[in-house]
Each structure stands twice: as C-alpha cells, then as structure tokens.
C-alpha cells in the first residue's frame, strides 16, 4: 500500500478555481493508478477522475472540461485542476491508488474539504 495525504481544498467562489494535489508514499507510486474522489453531506461517495500509471485520463461526466487530472512520478503526487467551479462541487475530495491489474483501491487519503460558494 501507498500512504496518501492530499492538499489543497478551501473555500471558493462560484466560477473560480483550486488545485489539490495528493502525495504519495511507502511505495513505488508509479506503478499505481490514482483516482480522485469526492463525498458531499448525505450523498454516496462518487467517482470524479482517474489517471493510470501511463498518464491515461477518464472523467465523470460532471466534471468533464472543468477538471484536469496529471500527475508527477517524480514528486509521487498527483493533481486535480478543479475549474468553473459549482456549489454543486461542494464536497470533501479523496484520493486513492490501486495497482495496474486491480479493480480495488487498495489506499486512501483523509481527504480535503471544498466548498464553493454561489
């Protein structure tokens, strides 16, 4: 397992924007896949970007053309551009890896806390 503490999150306008970022430790981070995530008050926890150990991208629909998933094997951290911001993407935001192969996130952050305001 990866240990995973992400950064970032804070309150903001309707329209502006954040980065989070998400830095990784204990193993060898290139070899995972990572995905943002996000849980807003009351709802399910939903999927919002992923990336693959070769830079391959996929987004939830939401979010896509608003957000920007990259990452930096040299800084074992991995980002989350976060434009036009929504109140409706008001939620804390988590990031998580799971090995090439694996259908399991097998590590998790604490998470980030972003509020945008209308």
């Known amino acids: 397992q990866v240990q995973l503490v992400e950064s970032g999150g804070g309150l903001v306008q309707a329209g502006g924007s954040l980065r989070l970022s998400c830095a990784a430790s204990?193993?060898?981070?290139?070899?995972?896949?990572m995905g943002w995530f996000r849980q807003a008050p009351g709802k399910e926890r939903e999927f919002v970007a992923y990336?693959?150990?070769?830079?391959?991208?996929n987004y939830a629909t939401s979010v896509k053309g608003r957000f920007a998933i990259s990452r930096d094997n040299a800084k074992n951290t991995v980002y989350l551009q976060m434009n036009s911001l929504k109140p409706e993407d008001t939620a804390v935001y988590l990031c998580?890896?799971?090995?090439?192969?694996?259908?399991?996130?097998?590590?998790w952050g604490q998470g980030t806390q972003v509020t945008v305001s209308s």
């Open positions: 998580a890896a799971r090995r090439d192969g694996s259908n399991t996130y097998d590590s």
């Open positions: 990336i693959r150990w070769n830079g391959g991208t």
């Open positions: 204990g193993r060898t981070f290139s070899n995972y896949n």
